[in-house]
C-alpha cells in the first residue's frame, strides 16, 4: 500500500480491514 500517502484515518481503517481479513494485501 502507499504508506504516508494517505490520511490518518484512512490509515487506521485499513489496520482495521488488515486485521479482520489478514488473508488479503492490505498490509502490504
Do not use: F, N, Q, Y
Amino acid at each position: 500500500m502507499l504508506h504516508g500517502c494517505v490520511s490518518p484515518a484512512v490509515e487506521i481503517e485499513l489496520k482495521s480491514v488488515c486485521s479482520t481479513r489478514s488473508h488479503t494485501r492490505a498490509c502490504d
